[in-house]
Protein backbone atom coordinates (compact mmCIF):
# COMPACT_ATOMS: atom_id res chain seq x y z
CA UNK A 1 0.00 0.00 0.00
CA UNK A 2 1.21 3.34 -0.82
CA UNK A 3 2.32 5.50 2.34
CA UNK A 4 4.80 8.72 2.81
CA UNK A 5 6.91 9.70 5.40
CA UNK A 6 8.83 12.54 6.34
CA UNK A 7 11.63 12.40 9.02
CA UNK A 8 13.94 15.40 10.32
CA UNK A 9 16.66 15.61 12.58
CA UNK A 10 18.30 18.62 14.20
CA UNK A 11 21.25 19.75 16.56
CA UNK A 12 22.90 22.31 17.80
CA UNK A 13 26.43 22.45 19.79
CA UNK A 14 27.98 24.91 21.97
CA UNK A 15 31.64 24.38 23.14
CA UNK A 16 33.52 26.82 25.30
CA UNK A 17 37.53 26.24 25.53
CA UNK A 18 38.80 28.68 28.19
CA UNK A 19 42.14 30.81 27.83
CA UNK A 20 45.37 30.34 29.04
CA UNK A 21 47.15 33.35 29.92
CA UNK A 22 44.59 35.03 27.42
CA UNK A 23 46.02 32.54 24.59
CA UNK A 24 43.18 30.09 22.74
CA UNK A 25 44.77 27.70 21.45
CA UNK A 26 41.63 25.48 20.93
CA UNK A 27 41.25 25.88 17.32
CA UNK A 28 37.30 24.12 17.68
CA UNK A 29 34.10 26.09 16.62
CA UNK A 30 32.17 27.00 19.54
CA UNK A 31 29.12 26.71 17.44
CA UNK A 32 27.92 23.99 15.44
CA UNK A 33 25.02 22.58 14.19
CA UNK A 34 23.33 20.39 11.28
CA UNK A 35 19.81 20.08 10.04
CA UNK A 36 18.99 16.96 8.43
CA UNK A 37 15.53 16.23 6.32
CA UNK A 38 14.21 13.15 4.23
CA UNK A 39 11.02 12.79 2.50
CA UNK A 40 10.16 9.09 1.31
CA UNK A 41 7.64 8.47 -0.91
CA UNK A 42 6.46 4.69 -1.66
CA UNK A 43 4.26 3.02 -4.24
CA UNK A 44 3.85 -0.50 -5.40
CA UNK A 45 7.39 -1.62 -6.28
CA UNK A 46 8.87 2.13 -6.47
CA UNK A 47 10.29 3.93 -3.93
CA UNK A 48 11.77 7.60 -3.94
CA UNK A 49 13.30 9.04 -1.08
CA UNK A 50 14.93 12.79 -1.24
CA UNK A 51 17.85 13.48 1.65
CA UNK A 52 19.01 17.46 2.43
CA UNK A 53 21.84 17.92 5.14
CA UNK A 54 22.93 20.78 6.04
CA UNK A 55 25.93 21.21 8.51
CA UNK A 56 26.93 24.67 10.17
CA UNK A 57 30.15 25.66 11.44
CA UNK A 58 30.53 29.04 13.16
CA UNK A 59 33.27 30.96 13.21
CA UNK A 60 36.93 30.57 14.94
CA UNK A 61 39.28 33.07 16.27
CA UNK A 62 41.93 30.87 18.16
CA UNK A 63 45.94 31.71 18.81
CA UNK A 64 48.54 29.69 17.04
CA UNK A 65 51.73 28.46 19.01
CA UNK A 66 54.97 28.44 16.63
CA UNK A 67 58.54 28.92 17.41
CA UNK A 68 60.04 31.36 15.61
CA UNK A 69 64.14 31.74 15.12
CA UNK A 70 65.79 34.86 15.67
CA UNK A 71 69.45 35.64 15.27
CA UNK A 72 69.92 31.87 16.81
CA UNK A 73 67.72 32.04 19.14
CA UNK A 74 64.58 30.52 18.84
CA UNK A 75 61.48 31.54 20.93
CA UNK A 76 58.24 30.52 21.52
CA UNK A 77 55.14 33.16 19.78
CA UNK A 78 51.73 33.15 18.73
CA UNK A 79 49.76 34.61 16.09
CA UNK A 80 45.97 35.06 16.20
CA UNK A 81 44.22 33.16 13.79
CA UNK A 82 40.57 33.29 12.17
CA UNK A 83 38.34 30.69 10.27
CA UNK A 84 34.77 32.85 9.02
CA UNK A 85 31.38 30.65 9.49
CA UNK A 86 30.21 28.58 6.42
CA UNK A 87 26.93 26.71 5.75
CA UNK A 88 27.63 23.67 3.67
CA UNK A 89 24.44 21.60 2.07
CA UNK A 90 23.70 18.26 0.49
CA UNK A 91 20.94 16.66 -1.67
CA UNK A 92 20.16 13.83 -2.91
CA UNK A 93 16.99 11.97 -4.93
CA UNK A 94 17.04 8.36 -4.81
CA UNK A 95 14.66 6.05 -7.38
CA UNK A 96 14.39 2.09 -5.42
CA UNK A 97 12.45 -0.14 -8.85
CA UNK A 98 11.68 -3.62 -8.41
CA UNK A 99 13.41 -4.07 -5.05
CA UNK A 100 16.52 -4.72 -6.52
CA UNK A 101 17.83 -1.24 -8.46
CA UNK A 102 18.19 1.81 -6.62
CA UNK A 103 19.52 4.98 -9.27
CA UNK A 104 20.58 7.72 -7.32
CA UNK A 105 21.39 11.43 -8.14
CA UNK A 106 23.02 14.82 -5.93
CA UNK A 107 24.30 17.14 -5.54
CA UNK A 108 27.25 17.78 -2.27
CA UNK A 109 28.29 21.38 -1.43
CA UNK A 110 24.93 22.81 -2.94
CA UNK A 111 26.12 26.32 -1.85
CA UNK A 112 29.74 26.10 -3.22
CA UNK A 113 31.19 26.91 -0.23
CA UNK A 114 35.18 27.03 -0.55
CA UNK A 115 37.80 27.99 2.38
CA UNK A 116 39.72 31.15 1.51
CA UNK A 117 42.80 29.34 3.07
CA UNK A 118 42.61 25.64 3.26
CA UNK A 119 44.18 24.79 6.67
CA UNK A 120 43.26 21.55 9.06
CA UNK A 121 41.30 24.21 10.83
CA UNK A 122 39.02 25.13 7.99
CA UNK A 123 36.79 22.88 5.08
CA UNK A 124 38.85 21.14 2.56
CA UNK A 125 36.10 20.98 0.02
CA UNK A 126 37.00 21.70 -3.45
CA UNK A 127 33.88 23.22 -4.02
CA UNK A 128 30.48 21.91 -5.58
CA UNK A 129 30.38 18.49 -6.96
CA UNK A 130 27.80 16.53 -8.84
CA UNK A 131 26.92 12.54 -8.71
CA UNK A 132 25.15 9.77 -10.23
CA UNK A 133 24.77 6.58 -8.96
CA UNK A 134 23.40 2.83 -9.81
CA UNK A 135 23.38 0.06 -7.18
CA UNK A 136 22.01 -3.66 -7.89
CA UNK A 137 21.36 -5.74 -5.20
CA UNK A 138 20.87 -9.52 -5.30
Same mark, same amino acid.
Do not use: C
Given at each position: ??? /? ?11 ? %???NDGVRLSSTSPHSG %? +? ?5 ? *? ?16 ? !? ?7 ? %? ?5 ? /??? @? ?5 ? @? ?8 ? @???? *???? /? ?10 ? !? ?6 ? %? ?6 ? +? ?6
Amino acid at each position: FPY /TTLFRSANYNYLY %TSKNDGVRLSSTSPHSG %T +VRLEFNS *HIKDYETVVNINSNFMGK !KDYNVQDEI %TIDNQTI /TAY @YEAHVDA @YTMIDMSIAQ @YIWK *HFRI /TAGVQNLTNFRA !KQVSFNSS %TSAGRKYF +VALNVNF
